[in-house]
């Protein structure tokens, strides 16, 4: 396998920023229960969604609740979609966590394009890592918007894609490389080149939902016209991962991996490839003038 062998010191996933300690006795007891149902409307005033949701076993019947949520979850938000999540009870808090988009055709099509992908690591076995001039394998991911994306989508535009996750705490792994990702972005533009496609996967999906993914490009000034970041399920991840040389592995709370950054043509040919996060954004913008 051609590319990167080392694996990084470790990126701990964090979730942010510590509280200051709370007493044991003053902490409250957290249940959490998987949840799904629809949502019925936000309320940014409040950051909270009104969701119609189905009987949660073992805890309570089927009714309408307003829930606490994040900020990406909240804009995510669209009256009449379904949604599976994790029901937080903290105290009296009620909050809604790991929410992803449960509609039957949603559903449908990310699974069985991860049932495919999967399939087709198998029948490639010792073959499946892409090398230079092969086609990128098909897959099909949730975008930061909830939406499902096939890689069909972009067809006839030239794609640099990467790896990252957002709770990534080494500032010269996934952070670099994001960054020069958005520095990419705006060489292209300055360049004149038009028919760019950004597409960031995240290493982490059982915690990078699209409401987090959504944040995390929002934080950053991200400009999503086109920039996708991408998530779960996970079979899907895994295989795209060893079909493009990318090593990821859990170790409790660390993940270790590689990084590499893959330029893909219009046609859907892998062309250029670079591993590890200190690539040249100019180096990028030639090959992508060139395409």
């Known amino acids: 396998m051609a590319g990167s062998v080392w694996l990084a010191a470790g990126c701990t996933k964090q979730a942010g920023v510590t509280a200051a300690p709370v007493a044991a ?3 409250p007891a957290e249940k959490r229960y998987p949840l799904t149902g629809e949502v019925i409307s936000a309320n940014p005033a409040r950051g909270t969604l009104t969701v119609t949701h189905d009987e949660i076993k073992g805890f309570m019947m089927g009714m309408t609740m307003e829930f606490k ?4 979850d909240l804009e995510n938000a669209r009256p009449g979609r379904r949604i599976r999540a994790e029901l937080v009870i903290r ?9 992803w988009p449960d509609d039957a055709a ?12 999967a399939q087709d690591t198998t029948m490639r ?9 092969e086609t990128v394998p098909d897959f ?5 918007e909830g939406r499902a994306v096939p890689v069909s989508r972009f067809r006839g535009k030239q794609v640099v894609l990467n790896f990252i996750f957002t709770r990534c705490p080494i500032a010269t792994m996934c952070p670099a490389a994001t960054f020069r990702m958005m520095d990419l972005q705006k060489a292209a533009k300055a360049a004149g080149v038009g028919n760019l496609e950004l597409v960031s996967v995240s290493l982490d999906p059982e915690y990078d939902t699209p409401g987090v993914l959504k944040e995390y490009a929002e934080v950053r000034g991200i400009d999503t016209a086109n920039f996708s970041f991408l998530t779960g399920p996970d079979l899907a ?6 079909q493009l040389g990318v090593i990821r592995e859990f170790e409790g709370a660390t993940i270790k991996h590689t ?21 040249l954004v100019d180096d990028f913008v030639q090959h992508l003038k060139k395409g």
Do not use: F
């Open 140 to 144: 099909t991911l949730l975008d930061q």
């Open 69 to 72: 949520v994040t900020k990406g």
């Open 91 to 99: 105290g009296n808090d009620l909050s809604l966590e790991k929410i």
């Open 237 to 242: 991840v895994r295989h795209l991962l060893a």
């Open 25 to 27: 006795a003053e902490a």
């Open 125 to 133: 076995g010792k073959e499946a890592y892409r090398e230079i001039g």
């Open 106 to 117: 949603t559903a449908t099509a990310v699974a069985a394009a991860a049932k495919a992908l």
């Open 259 to 279: 990084l590499a950054t893959v330029l893909i043509n219009e046609q859907g040919r892998i062309t250029y490839r670079v591993d590890g996060s200190t690539w």
